[in-house]
Structure formats: structure tokens, C-alpha cells
Nanobody, 118 residues
Framework: QLQLVESGGGLVQAGGSLRLSCAAS????????VAWFRQDPGKEREFVAG????????DYADSVKGRFTISRTNSKNTVYLQMNSLKPEDTAVYYC???????????WGQGTQVTVSS
């Protein structure tokens, strides 16, 4: 069973940066495609960024392109989300999720809160 644990959230001023980490247990993590999602209370969960199992392919929501960067280090079973030029509208709980192939994301972390003050 793959388990995911997010960390790195916190309170930051607008224009600042944070780096989120998603640490995974399990020796097969390198086979999983991983994504970051976020959800603010009262809003639907939205896709933020995704990365393929090898790291060769990445994808971003339009709202974060040019500001966020997703990466992974499979030898450390960790996926990162570098967030720069943060805006108040980036405030949300950020979750990492994993899936094999193109199926549903069926492994989720518990989330980490990111709050951006204006």
C-alpha cells in the first residue's frame, strides 16, 4: 500500500515562495504518476500540477504556469512543488495524489495548508 505524506505548507506573504514535499512509502513509488491538487473551503478540488513516473512529462493548471514547478527524486521517494510569486488566491489545502498509468488517482495524502496573506 502506498502512503503519501505532505509537508512544507505554512503562512507566507503575497509574492513569497514555499516548497511542498510529498514523501511516499513503498518501493514501487517510481512507477507512479503523481499530481498536486488543492482545495479551498467551499470550492471544488482543483488540479495544480502533475508529473509522470519518470519525471519526463509535467503538466500545470493555467493559473500556476510560470510560477509553480513540480519535480521528483525517485531515489528519495519524494515529489516536490516549488511555488513562487504566491498570490492570496493560492490559499488552500494542498494534496498530493498518485496513480499507476492513466487511471484514477487512488492514493492521497492528508494535505498541507498553504495560506498567502495580502
Amino acid at each position: 500500500q502506498l502512503q503519501l505524506v505532505e509537508s512544507g505548507g505554512g503562512l507566507v506573504q503575497a509574492g513569497g515562495s514555499l516548497r511542498l514535499s510529498c514523501a511516499a512509502s513503498g518501493r514501487t513509488f517510481s512507477r507512479y504518476n503523481v499530481a498536486w491538487f488543492r482545495q479551498d473551503p467551499g470550492k471544488e478540488r482543483e488540479f495544480v500540477a502533475g508529473i509522470s513516473w519518470s519525471g519526463a512529462y509535467t503538466d500545470y493548471a493555467d493559473s500556476v504556469k510560470g510560477r509553480f514547478t513540480i519535480s521528483r527524486t525517485n531515489s528519495k521517494n519524494t515529489v516536490y512543488l516549488q511555488m513562487n510569486s504566491l498570490k492570496p488566491e493560492d490559499t488552500a489545502v494542498y494534496y498530493c495524489a498518485a496513480r499507476l498509468g492513466a487511471g484514477q488517482y487512488d492514493h492521497w495524502g492528508q494535505g498541507t495548508q498553504v495560506t498567502v496573506s495580502s
